[in-house]
């Protein structure tokens, strides 16, 4: 869409890349600058992309017809969007010029009756490898003149930024920071003149418009704005990759391992992340249903609580009879044994 060269047998997307997409409005002949976000489709980043979805955006969902819908987790991801965002406009794309004779097309009729046409809005077939002779990428045009027609009905499409807003746009893509608390970005917002009360309306359409993001009704969360989702994405994935939880724990973390892996000595700087931080990651894991606050003696602090991070449960049901037998069973990240001497529910 990007109409870059093909590139023969292209890496697999870590995480997220965003890069802009041009599209030009059927109606008004409109050119339109949107905000590319690919996301990689491996199942480790699964968890991680909802916490960038957004209402106000046009979502692709892209499957390859030789391995059928059902590999592609087609609806899983419409599942996954539109239960973050329900107002979210879906379109659903066949890569390789689209299914073939004998193999697997998509269901049209079942994902209209269960996600509804104004969620869905059509269904496409691409062929992105340029035909040799005539360099036509067929159906790239068909699926872009879509994207535009649904960005141009977007509510904050074609909204004119005063100077200032803008100047404090282009800082926020240009400058290297990974993430910005909220007291940071106000002053940046105050060298431009612009008041506290327009410097959250203006961080509200970011957010929207996919500059950033920044969840401003929740009470811990609001301290931060994320400008790079791979730098939150990676460190999230530390813990949803973490073995020893997995394996040893259960699932269960206690709130200084997870400060271990966020600040590891062992990785590099780039991957390290403050202490100040700790907390808010763990509240957006808890807001996104990636963690559980386990229900500990009192209300206990961030600090000496204990999650439970779904996707390290093990799929199998422990043994009862482990259970019962060592009660008392010790979740600590520094010593895996539990009072009677055995490591929890390990036989
Ligand atoms: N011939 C042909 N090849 C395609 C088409 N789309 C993708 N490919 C090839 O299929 C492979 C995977 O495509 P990607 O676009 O990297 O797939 P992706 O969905 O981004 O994969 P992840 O980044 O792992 O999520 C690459 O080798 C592409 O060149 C298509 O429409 N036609
Ligand atoms: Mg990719």
Not at 189 to 210: F, M, N, S, T
Not at 284 to 312: H, K, N, P
Request: aromatic share 8%.
């Amino acid at each position: 869409m990007r109409n870059d060269p093909w590139e023969e047998g292209r890496p697999t997307t870590h995480g997220i890349e965003i890069k802009p997409v041009l599209v030009t409005c059927p109606e008004t002949g409109a050119g339109i600058t949107l905000n590319g976000w690919d996301f990689g489709g491996q199942r480790v980043y699964r968890p991680t992309h909802q916490l960038f979805f957004s209402a106000p955006a046009v979502y692709l969902v892209i499957w390859k017809p030789r391995e059928g819908p059902q590999q592609g987790f087609v609806t899983e991801w419409i599942d996954l969007v539109k239960r973050r965002e329900p107002e979210a406009r879906i379109l659903v794309v066949a890569t390789h010029g689209g299914p073939k004779a004998r193999q697997p097309d998509i269901d049209r009729q079942e994902l209209w009756d269960r996600f509804g046409k104004e969620t869905i809005i059509d269904f496409f077939q691409v062929e992105s490898k340029p035909d040799a002779k005539t360099q036509e990428r067929r159906g790239i045009g068909a699926l872009k003149e879509a994207i535009a027609q649904v960005a141009a009905g977007l509510p904050e499409m074609g909204r004119a930024f005063p100077e200032q807003w803008q100047a404090v746009r282009e800082r926020l893509r240009a400058g290297p920071e990974a993430w910005l608390s909220l007291k940071q970005y106000l002053a940046l917002c105050r060298e431009q003149d612009i008041g506290p009360e327009d410097a959250r309306l203006l961080l509200r359409i970011c957010h929207r418009v996919g500059d950033l993001i920044h969840y401003e009704h929740d009470r811990t969360l609001r301290d931060i704005l994320v400008l790079k989702p791979d730098w939150l994405a990676t460190a999230i994935s530390f813990v949803l990759d973490d073995e020893h939880t997995r394996r040893k724990t259960h699932g269960l973390v206690g709130f200084d391992r997870l400060g271990r892996l966020w600040h590891d000595p062992e990785r590099p700087e780039e991957n390290r992340y403050p202490a100040s931080l700790h907390p808010i990651f763990l509240r957006l894991m808890e807001r996104f249903d990636l963690s559980y606050r386990i229900a500990d003696a009192g209300e206990a602090a961030v600090e000496a609580s204990t999650s439970l991070i779904a996707q390290l449960v093990s799929d199998v049901r422990p043994e009862e009879r482990l259970a019962a037998a060592c009660p008392t069973v010790c979740f600590d990240g520094h010593a895996s044994l539990c009072a009677c001497g055995r490591e929890p529910w390990l036989a």
